[in-house]
């Protein structure tokens, strides 16, 4: 089966307050999706990256993109919400896409994802019947709050981990799922809700999606300070 990944890119960016969509923020002399394009790109697993943009993007025909090679495809099918955009996607490689072809759905506002992390989801769900994502344990001690906002229970944080990107599912089995479910936040939600069991596949805290601010500065701290 060929790996493809879809890259949605289609998000305004309202959380970081500031009118330019997050995606093209300049990070490290690169527009901020270059550095997730890049190693997707780069990496030995992926055949092909499609990148989900918006009908009405105003920047990506600005950029130069040539230097990522002849894998990269934008798409301008983008979506009201981050589903609807893989959906768009996903529909839009349909003549390319065999049913069992593994597709890694990566958020374009996590550029520091880094080769292991492609590498070891590939090689612990080549074998899966489903498919998962990479994850980290959740570290904080949560608190549900009641409407009063006083706690109403402290959750156990042993078995909770937090959901990333890229999530790896086989084509057929996502589209399904994506058409099926309304309101998910994430690939995994929507194979879930179709009664099946993606894995978890331990990535760590450094592929943090940019959403505020902070995160742009911790982003370029991580890719600096990374080794090789
Ligand atoms: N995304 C998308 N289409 C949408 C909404 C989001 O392709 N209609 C993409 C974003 O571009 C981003 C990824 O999904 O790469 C994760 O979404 P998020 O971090 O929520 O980005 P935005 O929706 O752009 O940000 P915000 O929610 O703060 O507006
Ligand atoms: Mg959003």
């Known amino acids: 089966a060929r790996h493809f990944a879809i890259v949605p890119a289609a998000g305004s960016g309202s959380r970081m307050g500031v009118a330019r969509p997050k995606q093209y923020l300049p990070l490290l002399g690169r527009p901020l999706i270059h550095h ?40 301008f099918c983008g979506g009201a919400t981050r589903a609807d955009s893989v959906l768009g996607g996903l529909r839009a490689i349909s003549k390319e896409a065999a049913a069992s072809d593994w597709v890694l759905v990566h958020d374009a506002a996590r550029p520091c994802l880094a080769a292991w992390h492609i590498d070891k989801l590939v090689r612990e769900l ?65 194979i879930e809700a179709a009664g099946l069991r993606p894995r978890l596949v331990q990535g760590d805290a450094t592929n943090l999606k940019v959403t505020y601010p902070l995160d742009l500065h911790l982003a370029e701290w991580i890719l600096q300070n990374r080794e090789g």
């Open 126 to 190: 080549a074998h899966d019947e489903v498919g998962g994502l990479l994850a980290v344990p959740v570290a904080d001690t949560l608190k549900r709050a009641d409407d009063h906002r006083h706690v109403a229970a402290t959750v156990p944080r042993d078995s909770l981990w937090q959901a990333q990107t890229p999530q790896m599912f086989r084509y057929v089995m996502l589209r399904r799922a994506l058409e099926a479910a309304s309101d998910v936040t994430d690939e995994a939600s929507a």
């Open 36 to 75: 997730a394009l890049s190693v997707l790109c780069a990496s030995p697993d992926i055949d092909k990256v499609f990148v989900v943009l918006s009908v009405d993007d105003a920047e990506w025909s600005r950029h130069d993109w040539s230097v990522l090679g002849g894998k990269l495809v934008p798409l």
